[in-house]
T-cell receptor
Framework: QKEVEQDPGPLSVPEGAIVSLNCTYS??????FMWYRQYSRKGPELLMY????GNKEDGRFTAQVDKSSKYISLFIRDSQPSDSATYLC?????????FGTGTSLTVIP | DSGVTQTPKHLITATGQRVTLRCSPR?????VYWYQQSLDQGLQFLIQ???????AKGNILERFSAQQFPDLHSELNLSSLELGDSALYFC??????????????FGAGSRLTVL
């Protein structure tokens, strides 16, 4: 079983839609949970991170962590064409980082 | 600008050659990680250094080696290059000693093309 599972998509939504991206994991020792956005052939950009459980909001982005279900989500409100990218979840026990394979998102104008 | 600097941005070379990729971590970050990303593939962890010492190894080939210097910059050496080594190579740094947040910040990457 992989440490982190992420649906690769692709996901295609109309502009203005709410997007939900999800990852599941198996290691209950994970402490930090991160979401990265990667445009084609560019470096992954850290969008948000949360420590332990709960929600965190930053503008149109909300990150949720449910440690009891080992499930994390990223919600994008009022999605824009500029949000079209691959979204990677990542988590760490403190030293090693584990990445999902990424979900490809396209927002159609 | 993420604060992680990678050079060169692009590199084209021939099979059998050797190249060196360079990374300067964010100010205050002590750990450097190297990742390889082939076309349409996920991030493959290669190796990690912490304050000059090797901390963890991933799927790094014996033809590849790395080191972290006293000023915390790191170099990834790739030798006897093969066509399959063509990829994006990312450096990332972590351990912000000021905030304590253990997250990875990536550089823009070095794109290696082996012909």
């Amino acid at each position: 079983q992989k440490e982190v599972e992420q649906d690769p998509g692709p996901l295609s939504v109309p502009e203005g839609a709410i997007v939900s991206l999800n990852c599941t994991y198996s290691n209950s020792a994970f402490q930090y949970f991160m979401w990265y956005r990667q445009y084609s052939r560019k470096g992954p950009e850290l969008l948000m991170y949360t420590y332990s459980s709960g929600n965190k909001e930053d503008g149109r982005f909300t990150a949720q962590v449910d440690k009891s279900s080992k499930y994390i989500s990223l919600f994008i409100r009022d999605s824009q064409p500029s949000d079209s990218a691959t979204y990677l979840c990542a988590m760490t026990t403190g030293n090693q980082f584990y990445f999902g394979t990424g979900t490809s998102l396209t927002v159609i104008p | 600008d993420s604060g992680v600097t990678q050079t060169p941005k692009h590199l084209i070379t021939a099979t059998g050659q050797r190249v060196t990729l360079r990374c300067s971590p964010r100010s205050g970050d002590l750990s450097v990680y190297w990742y390889q990303q082939s076309l349409d593939q996920g991030l493959q962890f290669l190796i990690q250094y912490y304050n000059g010492e090797e901390r963890a190894k991933g799927n790094i080939l014996e033809r590849f080696s790395a080191q972290q210097f006293p000023d915390l910059h790191s170099e990834l050496n790739l030798s006897s290059l093969e066509l399959g080594d063509s990829a994006l190579y990312f450096c990332a740094s972590s351990v912000d000693i000021y905030s304590g947040a253990n997250v990875l910040t990536f550089g823009a990457g070095s794109r290696l093309t082996v012909l």
